[in-house]
């Protein structure tokens, strides 16, 4: 191969190996980015990670559909100034931009953990127990109570 075509070749193979990264960061949701990250203890250029406090992101359930925050006696006015100041404060890593990718992908997994909490189950309630139910009719503690003890009894 001349020197022109080992040029072609490299090029070619780069080009190959930067699309494959692409078209996998193309097939993940923003919800999983999100979780990545947050998992990790050296995003942002932190020391721990998110879920080192907020293990399977517990005690954010509610947290996507807040406007208002108060963290550490401090209050924000959003989520994504609440995930920056955590970032700050808690990951001691550093601020990133309200509009970045990675805080869009922050704030969709931090919204998706409210839908995995069940709404309560409304409706009707379930029929009584029917005939039946329950002990049966001779088990301990139904029916008469057992004679009294007779002459003697606990000497």
Do not use: W
């Amino acid at each position: 191969m001349n020197g022109k075509g080992k040029k072609m070749a490299l090029a070619a193979a780069l080009m190959m190996g930067l699309a494959i990264p692409a078209a996998l960061v193309a097939q993940t949701t923003a919800e999983e980015r999100g979780r990545v990250l947050f998992e990790n203890p050296q995003a942002f250029g932190g020391q721990m990670s998110c879920n080192a406090c907020h293990p399977g992101g517990q005690g954010l359930e509610r947290s996507g559909t807040k406007s208002n925050f108060r963290i550490m006696g401090q209050r924000q006015a959003s989520l994504a100034e609440a995930v920056n100041f955590c970032i700050i404060n808690a990951n001691k890593g550093e601020a990133i931009a309200e509009d970045s990718q990675e805080m869009q992908d922050m704030i969709a997994y931090i919204k998706s953990l409210g839908e995995k909490t069940p709404a309560p189950a409304y409706g009707t309630p379930p029929p009584a127990p029917g005939p039946g139910y329950g002990a049966p009719p001779r088990a301990p503690g139904y029916g008469p109570p057992p004679p009294a003890p007779g002459p003697g009894y606990g000497r």
